[in-house]
């Protein structure tokens, strides 16, 4: 079975630190997507890589970066988290118009 | 832009009852269109899709149909069961990315 797993199901950090979100998929897919997920807000991306070295904002990029050096994992940087970022985040994998595989997600926590 | 709208939650229903959570979209081009569903503590899992006009969807007891006319694929199971309890996601993508709805929290009761 395809795999996408994230490093960790539950994070909490404190405002102001530099918070690394990681994800990993076994299925050689160019395309990788971080997206976080707020109630009544569903899902909303945030920056998306469809090769090594490459990246393209989402809907709200602000505030986060993301680095693809090797294809298989894809991470998401919060460089000085803040309270508005706590979220569940969501990584998935996957190649279009086929379709996505999630991660369990990280529920991130900034206190 | 491209974007999906679906139906409000959340929905609670009696074991056995008719579903339908519907769900409408706006894209440029021919996009391709996915149910996706969340099992409490879980990430996404695609449930169903349909990737061009008048084509159908299913999978455990769940269809939806993609209809051009109307721009709708709207979610139905005949009989749900109590572990039919998730979140459902529409989704649509016409390129490299994908767009989500704000999701339909399911409920459902013995």
């Known amino acids: 079975d395809v795999k996408v797993t994230q490093s960790s199901r539950y994070l909490v950090k404190r405002t102001g630190e530099k918070v690394f979100l990681e994800c990993v998929q076994d299925m050689d897919h160019e395309n990788m997507f971080w997206y976080r997920q707020d109630p009544g807000l569903g899902l909303r991306l945030i920056y998306f890589s469809y090769d090594v070295k490459m990246k393209e904002k989402g809907d709200i990029p602000e505030g986060y970066s993301v680095s693809r050096e090797k294809k298989e994992r894809f991470s998401l940087i919060l460089e000085s988290a803040s309270t508005n970022q706590t979220s569940m985040y969501l990584c998935?994998?996957?190649?279009?118009?086929?379709?996505?595989?999630f991660g369990s997600g990280t529920q991130l926590s900034v206190l | 832009g491209d974007s999906v709208t679906q139906m409000e939650g959340p929905v609670t229903l009696s074991e056995e009852a008719f579903l339908t959570i519907n769900c409408t979209y706006t894209a440029t081009g021919y996009p391709s269109l996915f149910w996706y569903v969340q099992y409490p503590g879980e990430g996404l899992q695609l449930l169903l899709k349909?990737?061009?006009?008048?084509d159908k969807g299913s999978n455990k007891g769940f269809e939806a149909t993609y209809r051009k006319e109307t721009t709708s694929f709207h979610l139905e199971k005949g009989s749900v069961q109590v572990s039919d309890s998730a979140v459902y996601f529409c989704?649509?993508?016409?390129?490299?990315?994908?767009?989500f709805g704000t999701g339909t929290s399911l409920t459902v009761i013995p």
């Open positions: 989704a649509l993508t016409t390129g490299n990315q994908f767009y």
């Open positions: 998935a994998a996957g190649r279009a118009p086929q379709k996505l595989f």
């Open positions: 349909a990737t061009k006009a008048d």
